[in-house]
């Protein structure tokens, strides 16, 4: 008890010396433009670029194209390719009825549906409540 009496009159007494700071005149005005220097020298930039966004594409393009040729190995010369791509009604109508889905990925993406649907009504009333 005896020690924490003079720890606080030591403390007292040190504090009694040390004379308190002030801020300058214009401390304001400096703080106000040290944060418009650091709202300037923000930037932002996309987390794909365009030449991402390119590639991507071109792959998942060729990957489609792939995908509705016939498995027949036959190679389209480039008139007969532009033939095969203008004709889209054949290729396109013959092509859909052979996609089947299996009962488990139905399943799974009705569930997603329906998940994202319940989030999105929740987060809908939670900001609604919040920024009322």
Same mark, same amino acid.
């Given at each position: ?9 030591? $403390?007292? +007494?040190?504090?009694?010396? $040390? ?13 106000? /433009?040290?944060?418009?220097? /650091?709202?300037?020298? $923000? ?11 390119? &590639? ?8 489609? &194209? ?8 036959? +190679? &389209?010369? !480039?008139?007969? %390719? ?10 396109? !109508? ?5 996609? +089947? *889905?299996?009962?488990? &990925?139905? %399943?799974? $993406? ?8 319940? +989030? ?10 919040? *920024?009322?």
């Amino acid at each position: 008890m005896e020690s924490d009496k003079e720890l606080e009159n030591l $403390v007292k +007494q040190m504090m009694d010396e $040390v004379p308190l700071e002030a801020p300058s005149s214009n401390f304001t005005h400096l703080v106000m /433009q040290e944060i418009q220097l /650091q709202k300037s020298s $923000v930037r932002y930039k996309p987390l794909l670029t365009k030449t991402h966004l390119m &590639l991507t594409a071109g792959i998942i393009a060729v990957l489609l &194209l792939y995908g509705f040729m016939d498995g027949s190995g036959s +190679q &389209l010369t !480039s008139g007969a %390719y532009w033939e095969f791509l203008m004709n889209t009604r054949s290729w396109f !109508s013959d092509r859909i009825p052979e996609l +089947q *889905f299996s009962k488990t &990925l139905s %399943y799974t $993406v009705a569930s997603i549906g329906i998940m994202v649907c319940f +989030q999105a009504l929740i987060l809908k009333r939670y900001f609604n409540n919040r *920024f009322a």
